[in-house]
């Protein structure tokens, strides 16, 4: 059975080949780093080119797919490493300026995941496995941080 980001890589008009792969660690313990890992390695498989960016990787490399480092934030709070990948994203658009696909796990990187579609036409994916809680929270930042932004 396919996932969703199979599906829409699949079906989607434009033609993917290259999915960055945002989220603020990357450390293949369970929860939303393994999917992100599962599912680059079974893209990987129908052939799609795969880069991984985060700021807390404990894998350093994969046959399958490619990881960038943002910085090394790894003794850092998750909200620092998540803030740092915002910053990056929203100072750094044109470092994804080449994939044809931009897949993200945390609602706050909705934001400048949404100004590099605006940039360069890249189509976003999105998808949320987290708990309630921890979505209702980066909900919440993300708003302060949009109503913020437009007073700019």
């Known amino acids: 059975m396919k996932t969703d980001i199979e599906n829409y890589a699949h079906a989607c008009d434009c033609k993917v080949t290259s999915i960055a792969v945002i989220h603020p660690r990357f450390k293949i313990g369970g929860g939303v780093d393994r999917v992100i890992y599962e599912?680059?390695?079974?893209?990987?498989?129908?052939?799609?080119?795969?880069?991984?960016y985060a700021t807390d990787i404990k894998l350093e490399s994969h046959p399958c797919f490619k990881v960038q480092s943002l910085k090394?934030?790894?003794?850092?709070?998750?909200?620092?490493?998540?803030?740092?990948?915002?910053a990056y994203?929203?100072?750094?658009?044109?470092?994804?300026?080449?994939?044809?696909?931009?897949w993200i796990h945390s609602v706050p990187l909705t934001v400048p995941a949404l100004h590099i579609k605006q940039l360069y036409n890249t189509p976003v994916f999105s998808r949320f496995t987290a708990s309630e809680q921890i979505w209702m929270q980066d909900y919440f930042f993300t708003r302060s941080l949009q109503n913020n932004l437009s007073k700019t």
């Open 39 to 52: 599912v680059s390695k079974r893209l990987n498989q129908y052939g799609f080119d795969i880069t991984v």
């Open 89 to 102: 994203m929203q100072s750094n658009p044109q470092k994804f300026k080449d994939y044809t696909l931009l």
């Open 72 to 86: 090394n934030l790894r003794n850092f709070s998750y909200s620092t490493q998540l803030l740092y990948t915002l």
